[in-house]
């Protein structure tokens, strides 16, 4: 029987030792948070597919802060859970920690998010996109765009959490993307956290220091919405004055895209939770898995949101 546990602020909540006192694996899972509308899907992937597969969930909801996912995982070695999983806030920092769940011998799975650390035995696999590639496609649907527009086209770019590994992978790929001509200016860059509220606050911002922005790149879907929100209430009309691309492709970034607010969406998909079980059964039975597990992603135009929309998942 499974028992999913949701807590806040690593407080992982169960009993002490491994397990429910049956034969289920214990799986102890530290979330960044519930920042945007991918966070919820994820969250509600990782909680159904545990139930599924008969695994019993520890759930900790970090708040996006290093400090809960480092309290919650040592939480997890202290109760012997069978296995760890977690998506890390930022990707520096976590050699210590890990280096205390591999002491314990309880192996550890990454989802969603790396960490960059040197020494890739403190965990068994890492389950996620490929970042990367999804700035790349970003930039290059950009590139392609605005081929025959006359330069300089001025970008503004709303960047995810501070050191995390989106925020710094989609950043590198969309850049090396629109190297490809100089005429692609980024003129201004800052973190809008991935949330809603942030980046409106912050394409407020850009709009008041800018009156010439032609292209919004960000790095998710939630701080494209806030973004419209300012636009919109600047007078503009988003998706027509101001091209935006976004990342994710969640419902409401989708239904945006179709409505002609949003010009392009790459994917990330959320939905990793069938492959984190199986990923946990495997690793718990001891046997070999892949080092990197990739998700298999797309990309959206407006055209093809209208169609993939009656039957989004999330
Ligand atoms: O790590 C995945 C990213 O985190 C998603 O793109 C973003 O929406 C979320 O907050």
């Given amino acids: 029987m499974m028992v999913a546990t949701a807590a806040a602020c690593g407080d992982s909540g169960g009993s002490e030792g491994s397990g429910s006192g049956d034969d289920s694996i214990v799986l102890g899972f530290s979330q960044v948070g519930a920042e945007s509308g991918w966070r919820t899907a994820n969250t509600k992937s990782i909680q159904e597919s545990a139930e599924e597969a008969g695994i019993e969930l520890k759930f900790a909801d970090a708040q996006q802060k290093q400090e809960n996912q480092i309290k919650a995982i040592r939480n997890y070695i202290a109760q012997r859970v069978d296995v760890i999983a977690f998506s890390p806030v930022v990707e520096s920092g976590w050699d ?171 994917e990330c998909s959320p939905l990793l939770g069938p492959q984190l079980m199986e990923l946990v059964e495997q690793v718990h039975a001891g046997e070999t898995v892949p080092k990197r597990v990739v998700t298999e992603e797309t990309t959206f135009t407006q055209e093809q949101a209208k169609e993939a929309l009656p039957t989004r998942e999330y």
């Fill in 96 to 266: 210590t920690v890990l280096k205390e769940a591999k002491d314990a011998e309880i192996p550890v799975i990454l989802t969603d998010r790396a960490v960059d650390s040197a020494d890739d035995t403190l965990y068994e696999t890492f389950i996620g996109s490929d970042f990367v590639q999804e700035g790349r496609l970003s930039g290059e649907w950009l590139v392609e765009e605005f081929a025959d527009a006359p330069g300089p086209v001025k970008i503004v770019e709303l960047e995810g959490t501070t050191g995390s590994a989106p925020a710094n992978d989609r950043k590198q790929g969309f850049g090396e993307a629109i190297a490809a001509d100089p005429k692609f200016e980024i003129i201004a860059s800052q973190t809008g956290e991935f949330t809603r509220a942030k980046g409106k606050e912050v394409m407020e911002a850009f709009l008041q220091a800018h009156n010439d922005i032609d292209v919004l790149f960000a790095h998710n879907d939630d701080m494209g919405l806030g973004a419209i929100e300012a636009i919109e209430a600047a007078g503009l009309v988003p998706g027509q004055d101001i091209t935006i691309i976004t990342i994710d492709a969640v419902r409401d970034g989708m239904q945006a895209l179709a409505d002609g607010k949003i010009n392009f969406i790459a």
